[in-house]
């Protein structure tokens, strides 16, 4: 079994930064893709931003320039930097891992999830 856990969320002013982390278990994190989402009340859930590794990343257009996902393999941990905030930012923020093409054609079916954390932007 993956276990995620997400944490980091919280209250912030527009404007403001947030970072969030998300452990897995074991050592098998490396080997994965690892991204993140985020569903507000009454949406579907949407990528935010994905790591196929240590290198690379790739970003929703309404984050680019704001968000920064990284991974430290070493520690089985990912992060998301985000600078900038705005009240639609405001969501349940998800961590998944799997391979890179089932994060991005049928997450839900494929990926390893957390448990989500609450993001919130004053407006």
């Known amino acids: 079994q993956v276990q995620l856990v997400e944490s980091g969320g919280g209250l912030v002013q527009p404007g403001g930064s947030l970072r969030l982390s998300c452990v897995a278990s074991?050592?098998?994190?490396?080997?994965?893709?690892m991204g993140w989402y985020r569903q507000a009340p009454g949406e579907e859930r949407q990528l935010v931003a994905i790591a196929p590794n240590v290198f690379s990343t790739m970003y929703a257009d309404s984050v680019k320039g704001r968000f920064t996902i990284s991974r430290d393999n070493a520690k089985n941990t990912g992060y998301l930097q985000m600078n900038s905030l705005k009240p639609e930012d405001t969501a349940v923020y998800y961590c998944?891992?799997?391979?890179?093409?089932?994060?991005?054609?049928?997450?839900?079916?494929?990926?390893?999830w957390g448990q989500g954390t609450q993001v919130t932007v004053s407006s």
């Open positions: 998944a891992v799997g391979s890179y093409a089932g994060l991005i054609r049928r997450p839900i079916e494929y990926g390893y």
């Open positions: 074991g050592s098998i994190f490396s080997i994965y893709a």
